[in-house]
């Protein structure tokens, strides 16, 4: 079974400052996949970065980085330059391989709010 | 955009009614999976089809159901609604039915609304 925390229920950055979002995880399979998601007020759910348990580095995509320390399970997002724009919930998911199927899990999620 | 088409968009009904939610999952997506996001559980996933068949089931009720027909569109029916079956509940698809960097593509949701 996997479990994500994200102790973070909210968080507050100023605008082109780093913010770094919280995640740990638990899991029993050798092999897994971490993600992060976006949701604005909107409420579209938007795929921000994918992590794998094997890979080597630190995904980045854009302005995002996840910062990954498979020792202590853990699976930061650093958003570098925060925009207006970045102010949303973020959740924290995983995917364990093994089972034969590739559910997500997720975090209960952290809101974060930009300010100019 | 992510492909994922989900209808309708919201969607008011009362107690003890049943509604059916619609779902087409990217082309060339082979699994849907259904999720349901309230505001005191998050998001839960329900069920996932890949190629028509179950593969997996999650905290879905019995009320609930699915299905994945062969041109891959899916539906969720949800029956005997209560107050606290209200949430959004969204649709996503993949093209693998097991791991790897494929993320699920999610679709902007149904929200429903039990009066």
């Known amino acids: 079974a996997q479990k994500i925390t994200q102790t973070q229920p909210g968080m507050f950055v100023q605008e082109k400052e780093a913010v770094t979002l919280d995640c740990t995880y638990d899991t029993s399979d050798p092999s897994y996949g971490l993600f992060w998601y976006k949701q604005p007020s909107s409420g579209e759910m938007i795929f921000l970065i994918y992590?794998?348990?094997?890979?080597?580095q630190n995904a980045t995509e854009g302005r995002y980085s996840l910062n990954f320390q498979k020792a202590r399970k853990s699976a930061n997002l650093v958003i570098s330059a925060s925009q207006l724009g970045d102010s949303a919930m973020y959740f924290c998911?995983?995917?364990?391989?093994?089972?034969?199927?590739?559910?997500?899990?997720f975090g209960a999620g952290t809101r974060l709010a930009v300010h100019p | 955009d992510s492909g994922v088409t989900q209808t309708p968009k919201h969607l008011i009904t009362a107690t003890g009614q049943r509604v059916t939610l619609r779902c087409s999952p990217r082309?060339?997506?082979?699994?849907v999976y259904w999720y349901q996001q309230s505001l005191d559980q998050g998001l839960q996933f329900l069920i996932q089809?890949?190629?028509?068949?179950?593969?997996a089931k999650g905290n879905i009720l019995e009320r609930f159901s699915a299905q994945q027909f062969p041109d891959l569109h899916s539906e969720l029916n949800l029956s005997s609604l209560e107050l606290g079956d209200s949430a959004l509940y969204f649709c996503?698809?993949?093209?693998?039915?097991?791991?790897?960097?494929?993320?699920?593509?999610f679709g902007n949701g149904t929200r429903l609304t039990v009066t």
């Open positions: 998911a995983i995917e364990g391989f093994s089972g034969g199927y590739n559910k997500l899990i």
């Open positions: 089809y890949y190629n028509g068949e179950e593969r």
């Open positions: 082309s060339g997506d082979l699994s």
């Open positions: 996503a698809s993949s093209s693998h039915i097991q791991g790897g960097n494929s993320p699920l593509h």
């Open positions: 992590q794998g348990s094997y890979d080597q």
